[in-house]
């Protein structure tokens, strides 16, 4: 399982679909790997990329490339698509998660600091 934020999956995948708007394959291939991350439960992080196991009965390693007939033909793949939206779901939370920590150290400096002047 892959555990993601449906909030950061969401905005990931509206930023996709906005980037990619003038490219129509693009965008189907985000739908459809939104799709497969919300439902597929055979969906999971390697080290590099994804491992999908797809409903065609195949298995993919995804990230910039992947092994799929799409990607043969030079075509946009929704696994290709999964394998980012993934990354940048990750990356998003690692930001929120480093921007929370630092928050939390600022706080208990102003507290002691604070308590220095009380």
Not at 16 to 35: C, G, M, V, Y
Request: a neutral charge.
């Amino acid at each position: 399982m892959l555990n993601l934020s449906v909030s950061v999956l969401a905005a990931v995948v509206e930023q996709a679909l906005k980037d990619a708007s003038q490219h129509p394959r693009w965008t189907n291939a985000i739908r459809r790997a939104f799709e497969e991350l919300d439902s597929n439960p055979f969906i999971e992080r390697s080290e590099h990329g994804l491992l999908i196991g797809s409903p065609s009965g195949q298995c993919y390693s995804a990230n910039g490339v992947c092994s799929c007939q799409a990607y043969e033909y030079g075509n946009p793949c929704w696994h290709r698509a999964a394998s980012r939206i993934v990354r940048l779901h990750d990356e998003k939370i690692t930001t929120t998660q480093e921007r929370a920590a630092k928050l939390t150290r600022a706080a208990a400096a102003e507290a002691a600091l604070n308590e220095c002047f009380a």
